[in-house]
């Protein structure tokens, strides 16, 4: 079955670790993203990745790093640095990079919880 | 300035009511496209619809219908005949021809309850 797979699906980490979050697509998607989901904000855009090797700041990038070495593979790496990193993080890919038709297919999502 | 607005916050209907959701957009591109996603409870997000800025022609699916309305800036949602299983949050989206991101408004939260 083709889809986005994120893990793992629950994450707790004590105040100033790093964390990573997976995020593995088998679609063949060009384009990767990650968003963070908090109650009563809707999703906001961390970062994405239009091409291997490539990926660009969304709306709250601070705190937040991520890589894209394979096609398949999107790691999101939250610093010490987020002050609030509590939140529901979500994955997401699309068809072609730089359209703006194709439709984001998501992930199950990773909660972290930062004790 | 929110680019994607859903007032509504939370709705509860019962069971085999109707229900609109309501979503408002900003945009200056002509050309650009809204979706519409549902949020169950397990987090996933599924997409349910895109519509794109020149077709105003509303759809109907089983029992939902959307209805694209250039004139207002409108994209809303209609479930008719609600049934348990569509207790979700339900989340518009606006992507810009001239960008590279979605843009995505708080979500409704819809509960039916039986």
């Known amino acids: 079955d083709g889809g986005i797979t994120q893990s793992p699906k629950y994450l707790f980490r004590k105040e100033g670790q790093n964390v990573t979050l997976s995020c593995e697509q088998n679609?063949?998607?060009?384009?990767m993203y990650w968003y963070r989901q908090d109650p009563g904000q809707g999703l906001r855009l961390i970062y994405y990745s239009q091409i291997v090797n490539d990926f660009q700041k969304g709306d709250i990038a601070e705190g937040y790093s991520v890589s894209r070495e394979k096609k398949e593979s999107f790691p999101l790496t939250v610093t010490s640095a987020q002050k609030n990193p509590t939140a529901f993080y979500l994955c997401?890919?699309?068809?072609?990079?730089?359209?703006?038709?194709?439709?984001?297919?998501f992930g199950p999502g990773t909660r972290l919880t930062v004790l | 300035a929110q680019k994607v607005t859903q007032a509504q916050t939370e709705i509860s209907v019962v069971e085999k009511e109707d229900v609109t959701l309501d979503c408002v957009y900003e945009t200056r591109d002509t050309t650009y496209y809204l979706f519409w996603y549902k949020q169950p409870p397990s987090g996933e997000l599924v997409f349910l619809i895109r519509r794109n800025s020149f077709d105003e022609q509303n759809e109907i699916s089983g029992r939902y219908s959307w209805n694209f309305q250039k004139s207002t800036s409108s994209f809303n949602f209609t479930i008719t005949a609600s049934q348990v299983v569509d207790s979700a949050v339900y989340f518009c989206?606006?992507?810009?021809?001239?960008?590279?991101?979605?843009?995505f408004g708080t979500g409704t939260s819809l509960t039916v309850i039986p």
């Open positions: 989206a606006l992507s810009e021809a001239s960008g590279n991101q979605f843009y």
């Open positions: 679609l063949n998607h060009d384009a």
């Open positions: 997401a890919s699309s068809q072609t990079a730089g359209s703006s038709y194709n439709e984001q297919f």
